[in-house]
């Protein structure tokens, strides 16, 4: 009886990756992988499993001699760090005028990079101010205590003398001549309403004096910083408007796939669109505007259409970057005279994707159409040149050790959903392509290298957006 096909499991996409791997499934010694070192050898019976993105485990019936893969098609694919870097690269060519900077009220700069350096325009505080509620003393005490108060938001108050005391607000303007500020709960009155202190003072105390924070002129953050919510305070408080920023690269989605449902259940072979939901958030919080989420289905027509009157300098695709039947992506880049620049990337899952530069301020990711296939995408080629068009900077690179082994590849690199937990990342499962259970509950991504990792071993993490957000302690995988 003829052994069943692996490749009947598989979607079109998947399918091809499995035959264009060919040499996957190899025993170690078969032969040399492209960089001249031979193969690791795989758990297992050394068969590696693509539907799984894992070895296949001893007695499953894998067919042990699979078809040797072309030269062409492995030397084709661009290894996962360079094709990084050519997306990096790529951004850095996009013409200076089209990331010209912007003026954007500080409401609307959250998010954003600064184009210019923050420097003061007033001194922080303006005027000496109140620490604190309680009295503003001048002199030793006690003090006679002046019958109106000074409230904040108030002109400057009449000054102090010697033995006189007078109730004064946090942020409140400080009199002349005020020595310091008593703290309510360190201070009482007497039967002659006189005021003392409860416990010693020292002079100035409680006193924010003008300029303390920065003088103006002073460079508060440097160009290229990024624009958090304190940041905002910050411009507000030293006394901007609007910011110069780096505006948002503009992005398109485009889903490509006759078989996709946008709401109900699975049926007749249709399946939900997880993608369409996905992607505008993560792009925007990778920095992209995402201006229009389109669905074309399997329509060549429709997809050049899109691609050729595209106003987006960013334009993301999912799915149709294979070799099937309706996979147009190549063909429509083909005959819209695009430069490729990535083909497939040594990488898994996620194998298909491509990167393209459509005009000189334009270019295309195009994601593979399994979800977590298309995550690794997204990170692979979507993350280095959205951060660069938007002005980031580069996340600093960081290891952990790992808790349990992670199986490889033969050779390409994978990226493996993962929790952290204290010092060390805990693997997730349902971290097949099609999968995603496993990044649903992930707090990162572990950059695993061809052959895979044991357990101790330090590897390079990707932080996910909402990292921090996530609940501690909680693994669902």
């Known amino acids: 009886m003829t052994a069943r096909s692996d490749l009947d499991d598989l979607g079109a996409e998947e399918a091809l990756a499995l035959v264009n791997q060919g040499n996957s499934g190899r025993k170690q010694g078969a032969g040399p992988t492209p960089g001249g070192a031979e193969a690791p050898a795989p758990a297992g019976d050394g068969v590696y499993d693509v539907e799984a993105d894992q070895p296949r485990p001893a007695g499953t019936g894998a067919d042990p001699a699979p078809t040797p893969e072309p030269a062409s098609e492995r030397l084709r694919a661009t290894p996962w760090p360079q094709a990084r870097a050519i997306a990096e690269r790529a951004a850095r060519r996009v013409s200076r005028t089209a990331s010209a900077p912007i003026s954007v009220p500080v409401e609307a700069a959250l998010g954003l990079v600064l184009a210019a350096p923050l420097a003061a325009l007033t001194d922080l505080p303006s005027f000496d101010t109140s620490a604190m509620d309680g009295w503003a003393v001048a002199g030793p005490g006690p003090w006679d205590v002046r019958e109106a108060g000074v409230l904040a938001g108030h002109a400057q108050p009449e000054p102090l003398t010697d033995g006189e005391a007078v109730r004064i607000a946090t942020g409140a303007r400080i009199p002349h001549d005020t020595t310091a500020v008593l703290r309510s709960e360190h201070g009482r009155t007497d039967d002659q309403g006189r005021l003392h ?261 330090e590897l390079e993490l990707l932080d996910l957006p909402w990292s921090a957000a996530t609940e501690a302690g909680v693994c669902f995988t």
């Open 197 to 457: 202190a409860t416990r010693e003072m020292s002079h100035g105390q409680d006193i924010r004096p003008r300029g303390q924070e920065c003088r103006t002129g002073d460079q508060l953050l440097p160009t290229g910083a990024f624009v958090t919510p304190a940041v905002l305070g910050l411009a507000a408080a030293a006394g901007y408007d609007t910011l110069a920023a780096i505006p948002r690269p503009r992005a398109e989605v485009l889903v490509l796939g006759d078989e996709l449902l946008t709401e109900g259940l699975p049926h007749d072979g249709l399946i939900r669109d997880a993608l369409g939901p996905m992607l505008p958030p993560w792009l925007r919080s990778l920095g992209a505007d995402v201006i229009a989420v389109r669905r074309l289905g399997d329509d060549a027509e429709a997809l050049y259409q899109a691609l050729r009157n595209s106003p987006a300098e960013i334009v993301v695709t999912t799915g149709g970057t294979a070799a099937g039947p309706v996979d147009h992506v190549h063909p429509t880049l083909r005959r819209l005279g695009a430069e490729l620049l990535v083909s497939g990337v040594q990488v898994r899952p996620g194998h298909p994707m491509l990167l393209a530069r459509l005009k000189e301020n334009q270019h295309l990711v195009g994601l593979p159409g399994n979800p977590l296939a298309a995550v690794s995408g997204l990170l692979t080629l979507a993350e280095p040149l959205l951060r660069t068009l938007a002005g980031r900077a580069a996340p600093e690179p960081y290891t952990l050790p790992l808790k349990d082994e992670v199986h490889g590849h033969p050779h390409d690199t994978r990226l493996v959903p993962v929790v952290l937990r204290g010092d060390r990342a805990v693997p997730l499962h349902y971290n097949g392509p099609a999968m995603l259970r496993g990044i649903a509950a992930a707090e990162a991504l572990a950059v695993v290298p061809p052959g895979g990792a044991r357990a101790g071993q």
